[in-house]
């Protein structure tokens, strides 16, 4: 069983930056971001091959986030940049043990408790 734990979430102004980290206690391969707002579904924000060689964002994050990822300490990162309050939600860390992206939350084998990022205008 490995475990996700994020961190980083926080209140921010619209325009600043937060950087979301998601520590893995075992071996995983693609890893996700999705976040989830209030009465809405569950959506990828962002996802990262186990090499990091291939990447997937969601249009609404297109050249303002950016997913990283550090295989020696097990960790993803999500950068975010020129945040909107359209961007607040809680964001959750997903992880895969198969190759390949993951587009889709069945997709995912195992999530993080979800952290909280609120953008006030």
């Known amino acids: 069983q490995v475990q996700l734990v994020e961190s980083g979430g926080g209140l921010v102004q619209a325009g600043g930056s937060l950087r979301l980290s998601c520590a893995a206690s075992?071996?995983?391969?693609?890893r996700g971001w999705f976040r989830q707002a209030p009465g809405k579904q569950r959506e990828l924000v962002a996802a990262?091959?186990?090499?990091?060689?291939?990447?997937y964002y969601a249009d609404s994050v297109k050249g303002r986030f950016t997913i990283s990822r550090d295989n020696a300490k097990n960790t993803v990162y999500l950068q975010m940049n020129s945040l909107k309050p359209e961007d607040t939600a809680v964001y959750y860390c997903?992880?895969?043990?198969?190759?390949?992206?993951?587009?889709?939350?069945?997709?995912?084998?195992?999530w993080g408790q979800g952290t909280q990022v609120t953008v006030s205008s």
């Open positions: 997903a992880a895969r043990i198969q190759y390949g992206l993951g587009y889709f939350s069945t997709a995912y084998d195992y």
């Open positions: 075992g071996r995983t391969f693609s």
């Open positions: 990262i091959t186990s090499g990091g060689g291939m990447t």
